[in-house]
C-alpha cells in the first residue's frame, strides 16, 4: 500500500472509524445477486438505487476492474425492534440512512482528497425520503422508465446498493477477513456494509 492510499484511509477515518482497505480482487460480483432482489425483495423496481435502475453485474465487474482499491465500511445497526417490518429496511430505516449519508460523505472526502474516480455504493433500499419517485409512480399506475432517475429528489446522494449491482456482499466480506453470518432475528446484533471505490 503506497503512502498517499494510507494518507486517504486516515483522512477517511476522520468520518467513520470503522473501515478497512481492500484491494478490489476481493470483491465478488455474481449474476445470481441480481435474482435474489428481483424474487426475494418486496422493494424489486421501486427503488432507484436497486434493479432495474442500478447498474448490472456486467457493468459492475467492468467499472470494478478500473480501480485497485476499496474502502469496506461497516456500520452497527440499531433496528427498531418494535416494528413489525412490512419490509427489512423499514425496520433498520435510520441506520440504513446514516449508511447512505456516510458512504456519500467519505466519497466526497475521497474526491477532494484527491481520488478523483471516487464512487460510494450502499446497501438495501434507499431510505433517503419517505417513499421514492418510483414507488409513487407505481401507486398512481403511471408507467416507468429509466429515465424516472433524473427526478431522483436526492440525486446528489443517493449511490445503488451493493447487491443491486450483483456484489455477492456474503462472499467479498469472507474475502476480506469477515465472518458474516445470516441472522434469524433482528436482536442478534444487525451489521451493515458499504463501500468506496478508490483510485
Known amino acids: 500500500m503506497n503512502e498517499d492510499v494510507e494518507n ?3 483522512e477517511l477515518k476522520e468520518i467513520h472509524q470503522d473501515l478497512a482497505l481492500i484491494t478490489t480482487d476481493a470483491i465478488a460480483v455474481a449474476d445470481w445477486v441480481r435474482f435474489k432482489c428481483r424474487y426475494g425483495c418486496r422493494a424489486y423496481g421501486k427503488h ?6 442500478a447498474p448490472t453485474p456486467d457493468e459492475m465487474r467492468r467499472m470494478i476492474s478500473e480501480y485497485c482499491y476499496a474502502a469496506l465500511v461497516r456500520f ?20 440504513i440512512t446514516r449508511l ?9 472526502r475521497a474526491f477532494l482528497g484527491g481520488c478523483y474516480k471516487a464512487f460510494g455504493l450502499g446497501a438495501l433500499p434507499c431510505t ?3 417513499s421514492c419517485v418510483i414507488e409513487e409512480k407505481l401507486e398512481r399506475n403511471e408507467n416507468v422508465s429509466p429515465l424516472d432517475v433524473l427526478s431522483c429528489r436526492h440525486k446528489d446522494i443517493m449511490r445503488p446498493s451493493m447487491e443491486a449491482c450483483g456484489i455477492d456482499v456474503f462472499k467479498t466480506l469472507n474475502n476480506a477477513g469477515y465472518s458474516p453470518m445470516v441472522l434469524k432475528d433482528y436482536s442478534e446484533g444487525v451489521e451493515l456494509f458499504g463501500l468506496v471505490l478508490l483510485d
Open 8 to 10: 486517504l484511509l486516515s
Open 100 to 108: 447512505h449519508k456516510t458512504i456519500y460523505d467519505l466519497e466526497r
Open 76 to 95: 452497527k445497526a440499531e433496528p427498531q425492534l418494535e416494528l413489525l417490518p412490512q419490509h427489512i429496511h423499514h425496520a433498520l430505516w435510520d441506520s
Open 48 to 53: 432507484l438505487c436497486c434493479p432495474p435502475f
Open 128 to 130: 433517503l425520503c419517505k
